[in-house]
Protein backbone atom coordinates (compact mmCIF):
# COMPACT_ATOMS: atom_id res chain seq x y z
CA UNK A 1 0.00 0.00 0.00
CA UNK A 2 2.91 2.29 0.27
CA UNK A 3 4.60 1.47 -2.42
CA UNK A 4 4.17 3.94 -5.38
CA UNK A 5 2.56 2.78 -8.65
CA UNK A 6 3.84 2.25 -11.76
CA UNK A 7 1.45 2.00 -14.03
CA UNK A 8 1.78 0.70 -17.57
CA UNK A 9 0.70 -1.31 -20.06
CA UNK A 10 1.52 -5.13 -19.36
CA UNK A 11 1.45 -8.30 -20.98
CA UNK A 12 -0.52 -10.62 -19.13
CA UNK A 13 1.27 -13.62 -21.12
CA UNK A 14 4.64 -12.68 -19.76
CA UNK A 15 3.66 -12.33 -16.45
CA UNK A 16 2.03 -15.57 -16.15
CA UNK A 17 4.65 -17.20 -18.01
CA UNK A 18 7.53 -16.02 -15.32
CA UNK A 19 4.94 -17.08 -12.11
CA UNK A 20 4.74 -20.84 -13.98
CA UNK A 21 8.64 -21.00 -14.70
CA UNK A 22 9.22 -19.90 -10.55
CA UNK A 23 6.95 -22.68 -9.63
CA UNK A 24 7.96 -25.25 -12.40
CA UNK A 25 9.88 -27.72 -9.90
CA UNK A 26 6.73 -28.01 -7.68
CA UNK A 27 3.96 -28.77 -10.92
CA UNK A 28 6.27 -31.15 -12.21
CA UNK A 29 7.08 -33.11 -8.70
CA UNK A 30 3.40 -32.54 -7.96
CA UNK A 31 2.09 -33.87 -11.77
CA UNK A 32 -0.41 -30.68 -11.66
CA UNK A 33 -1.87 -30.20 -14.88
CA UNK A 34 -1.52 -26.26 -15.52
CA UNK A 35 -3.29 -24.73 -18.42
CA UNK A 36 -3.10 -20.93 -19.79
CA UNK A 37 -5.84 -19.53 -21.93
CA UNK A 38 -5.08 -15.57 -22.12
CA UNK A 39 -6.46 -13.91 -24.79
CA UNK A 40 -5.58 -10.28 -23.35
CA UNK A 41 -2.61 -9.43 -24.92
CA UNK A 42 -2.36 -6.04 -23.03
CA UNK A 43 -3.26 -4.54 -19.55
CA UNK A 44 -3.09 -1.05 -17.84
CA UNK A 45 -1.31 -2.38 -14.27
CA UNK A 46 1.74 -2.13 -11.90
CA UNK A 47 3.25 -5.05 -13.37
CA UNK A 48 4.25 -5.95 -9.85
CA UNK A 49 1.09 -5.45 -8.09
CA UNK A 50 -0.79 -7.95 -10.83
CA UNK A 51 2.25 -10.43 -10.88
CA UNK A 52 1.52 -10.21 -6.89
CA UNK A 53 -1.88 -10.76 -7.23
CA UNK A 54 -1.83 -13.78 -9.50
CA UNK A 55 1.43 -15.44 -7.99
CA UNK A 56 -0.86 -15.61 -4.63
CA UNK A 57 -3.81 -17.15 -6.55
CA UNK A 58 -1.78 -19.75 -7.96
CA UNK A 59 0.28 -20.43 -4.79
CA UNK A 60 -3.53 -21.26 -3.26
CA UNK A 61 -4.38 -23.31 -6.09
CA UNK A 62 -1.20 -25.44 -5.91
CA UNK A 63 -1.60 -25.42 -1.70
CA UNK A 64 -5.88 -26.09 -1.90
CA UNK A 65 -5.09 -29.38 -4.94
CA UNK A 66 -2.14 -30.69 -2.49
CA UNK A 67 -4.68 -33.99 -1.47
CA UNK A 68 -6.18 -34.26 -5.11
CA UNK A 69 -5.01 -37.23 -6.99
CA UNK A 70 -4.15 -35.19 -10.07
CA UNK A 71 -4.51 -30.76 -9.63
CA UNK A 72 -5.74 -29.56 -12.55
CA UNK A 73 -5.65 -25.54 -12.47
CA UNK A 74 -6.75 -23.57 -15.55
CA UNK A 75 -5.56 -19.87 -15.81
CA UNK A 76 -7.37 -17.83 -18.36
CA UNK A 77 -7.66 -14.21 -19.71
CA UNK A 78 -10.77 -13.19 -21.62
CA UNK A 79 -11.47 -9.52 -23.45
CA UNK A 80 -14.49 -7.66 -22.34
CA UNK A 81 -13.54 -4.74 -24.77
CA UNK A 82 -12.80 -2.18 -21.93
CA UNK A 83 -11.73 -4.88 -19.38
CA UNK A 84 -9.70 -8.15 -19.06
CA UNK A 85 -11.25 -10.91 -16.21
CA UNK A 86 -8.61 -13.44 -15.70
CA UNK A 87 -9.35 -16.34 -13.77
CA UNK A 88 -7.47 -19.24 -11.72
CA UNK A 89 -9.73 -22.24 -11.31
CA UNK A 90 -8.39 -25.21 -9.52
CA UNK A 91 -10.02 -28.47 -8.62
CA UNK A 92 -9.23 -28.04 -4.82
CA UNK A 93 -11.11 -28.13 -1.66
CA UNK A 94 -13.15 -25.50 -2.22
CA UNK A 95 -14.90 -23.52 -0.22
CA UNK A 96 -18.76 -22.64 0.99
CA UNK A 97 -19.53 -19.53 -1.33
CA UNK A 98 -21.56 -17.76 2.63
CA UNK A 99 -17.85 -17.19 3.58
CA UNK A 100 -16.74 -15.38 0.44
CA UNK A 101 -16.87 -11.71 1.65
CA UNK A 102 -14.96 -13.12 4.30
CA UNK A 103 -11.72 -14.73 2.54
CA UNK A 104 -10.75 -11.06 1.02
CA UNK A 105 -10.28 -10.33 4.75
CA UNK A 106 -6.86 -9.86 6.62
CA UNK A 107 -6.24 -12.98 8.61
CA UNK A 108 -9.65 -14.17 7.77
CA UNK A 109 -8.87 -18.36 6.97
CA UNK A 110 -10.98 -20.92 6.22
CA UNK A 111 -8.80 -23.47 7.12
CA UNK A 112 -6.56 -24.54 9.88
CA UNK A 113 -3.08 -23.36 9.53
CA UNK A 114 -1.83 -26.36 10.14
CA UNK A 115 -3.48 -28.41 7.69
CA UNK A 116 -3.22 -25.22 4.87
CA UNK A 117 0.04 -23.41 5.95
CA UNK A 118 -0.11 -19.49 5.03
CA UNK A 119 -0.28 -15.80 6.68
CA UNK A 120 -3.51 -15.25 6.21
CA UNK A 121 -3.29 -12.08 4.33
CA UNK A 122 -2.95 -13.37 1.02
CA UNK A 123 -6.41 -12.68 -0.60
CA UNK A 124 -6.27 -9.31 1.45
CA UNK A 125 -3.11 -8.37 -0.46
CA UNK A 126 -4.81 -9.76 -4.06
CA UNK A 127 -8.00 -7.30 -3.57
CA UNK A 128 -5.65 -4.68 -2.19
CA UNK A 129 -3.49 -4.79 -5.24
CA UNK A 130 -6.78 -5.54 -7.71
CA UNK A 131 -8.27 -1.80 -5.95
CA UNK A 132 -5.32 -0.03 -6.04
CA UNK A 133 -4.85 -1.04 -9.88
CA UNK A 134 -8.55 0.22 -10.83
CA UNK A 135 -10.19 -3.78 -10.86
CA UNK A 136 -11.55 -5.65 -8.25
CA UNK A 137 -11.23 -9.71 -7.22
CA UNK A 138 -13.93 -11.68 -6.60
CA UNK A 139 -14.68 -15.85 -6.45
CA UNK A 140 -16.53 -18.23 -6.78
CA UNK A 141 -16.51 -21.80 -5.85
CA UNK A 142 -18.29 -25.19 -4.05
CA UNK A 143 -16.76 -27.15 -1.27
CA UNK A 144 -15.43 -30.17 -2.77
CA UNK A 145 -15.57 -28.74 -6.37
CA UNK A 146 -12.73 -26.64 -6.24
CA UNK A 147 -12.54 -22.71 -6.52
CA UNK A 148 -12.28 -20.27 -9.23
CA UNK A 149 -10.92 -16.50 -8.73
CA UNK A 150 -11.56 -13.89 -10.87
CA UNK A 151 -9.17 -10.34 -11.30
CA UNK A 152 -10.98 -7.68 -13.40
CA UNK A 153 -8.21 -5.23 -14.85
CA UNK A 154 -8.79 -2.29 -17.25
CA UNK A 155 -7.21 -2.44 -20.68
Not at 22 to 51: F, H, N, P, Q, Y
Request: charged letters at 25%.
Amino acid sequence: ERRELHTGKVNPQDVIEALLAERAEEIKARGAAVTVAVSCTSVTADRDGLALALRNLIENALKFTRNVPQAVIAIDGRDTGTTCIFSVRDNGIGFDMKFHDRIFGIFQRLQRSEDYPGTGIGLAIVNKAMQRMGGRAWAESEPGKGATFYLEIPE
